[in-house]
């Protein structure tokens, strides 16, 4: 695993808070994905049977895999790299009754795509590049759906005013679709408030965990007020000038 994109998907930008993020993180449940989306995406875009194997690389504590077991027949998987993710995720299948279909995993999704394993479903929430930019990355899950398999890819992408180097323009994200071979089967923006309101209720739990922190380690005082403060700008720049997308991928037509 390249360290550098495993900070990128969580944010960080002092590896020295890296021991500190299951315990900041503690009263959060989805991580960044909307798993509300990709129920409603899947209704009306993905049939979804009993034997059907789900996929979601890099799934934090299992938040989109538990709520779409709770909806969709299926067998599902998650794999976090975080062990305390993985951890919180097996109470709540445990509290939901949701063992016989939903598996959690602590490892690297990059050697889970390594494996000769297909699914009919995919999920990836482009966080950071860990699998190469946005082509290479859909080409990369391409590889790891069956002919009629799905990719349910959550990205995001600027709106022209913004002038730095974390996302994409939209045209530039189609694109980027366009040449990894996949075809678009259905989009689905996310609702702007709604991300802003959860936004704003996330970083009031991550504040408080950070003021438990400030007391118990005063000398990382530093550390943990840096965490925050970039919290919310990453925040800022969300509410501001970036719109976040669900879209269901398939294999495109053979020439
Ligand atoms: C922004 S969070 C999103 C988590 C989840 N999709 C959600 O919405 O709740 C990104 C997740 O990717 C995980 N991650 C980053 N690099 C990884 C890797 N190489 N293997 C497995 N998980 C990884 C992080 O631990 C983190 O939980």
Known sequence: MIKSEFNKSL????????????????????????????????KQHVALK???????LGCGKGATVIELAKTFPGNYKGIDIIPEFIEEGNARIREN??????????GNMCETIAAPVKYDVVIYGH??????????????LSKKINDDGSIIYE??????????????????????????????????????????RQN???????????EQLKEQRPDQ????????????RESNILDEYVECVTFVLKQGELL
């Open 11 to 42: 944010d960080i930008r002092d590896e020295n808070i890296t021991p500190y993020i299951p315990f900041i993180l503690k009263d959060l449940w989805a991580l960044g994905g909307n798993p509300d989306a990709v129920i409603k995406i899947l």
């Open 50 to 56: 009993e034997d059907s194997q789900i996929i979601d």
């Open 97 to 106: 009754q949701l063992s016989e279909t939903v598996v959690l995993r602590q």
């Open 127 to 140: 966080d950071s590049d860990a699998f190469g930019s946005i082509a290479k990355t859909l080409q990369v």
């Open 155 to 196: 990205t995001a992408f600027h709106d022209g005013r913004y002038k730095g180097t974390g996302y994409f323009s939209e045209e530039a994200l189609y694109s980027e679709i366009k040449n990894s071979g996949l075809q678009i089967i259905a989009q689905l923006k996310w609702n702007r408030e709604y991300i802003r």
């Open 200 to 210: 704003e209720a996330n970083n009031r739990l991550i504040e408080k965990r950070i």
């Open 221 to 232: 005082c530093r550390l943990f007020d840096n965490f925050y403060l970039n919290q919310i």
